[in-house]
């Protein structure tokens, strides 16, 4: 599954209900699931776990990039597709 496909996927499951809770009450359930994986992260939690709570995280960003309109894939490609978008170097040699 591609990250456009993944977003679609969550716009398909949760798009209306995440739209009318607005951004910013959808955020605040974002921070919520960083917090989860805060947690598991310290705790070195089981991988099961960590997994769950690592594409929590990736479903509430999409789903609030898909609010905004905007396409990870693309800004994604956009932004790292170079390599380090400040010396453009792969690995980064800043």
């Not at 739209?19 to 921070?31: C, D, N, P, S």
């Not at 995280?57 to 390599?83: F, N, P, R």
Request: include cysteine.
């Amino acid at each position: 599954m591609t990250l456009r496909d993944f977003q679609k996927t969550i716009e398909a499951i949760y798009f209306e209900k995440d739209k009318a809770r607005g951004l910013e009450a959808t955020y605040m359930w974002f921070a919520e699931e960083v917090g989860e994986l805060t947690r598991a992260l310290r705790r070195d939690d089981d991988r099961e776990n960590l997994e769950e709570e690592f594409a929590d995280v990736l479903a509430w960003l999409s789903t609030m990039a898909s609010i905004k309109g905007i396409d990870l894939e693309a800004a994604a490609h956009k932004k790292y597709g170079a390599g380090c978008p400040y010396c453009s170097k792969t690995p980064c040699a800043c």
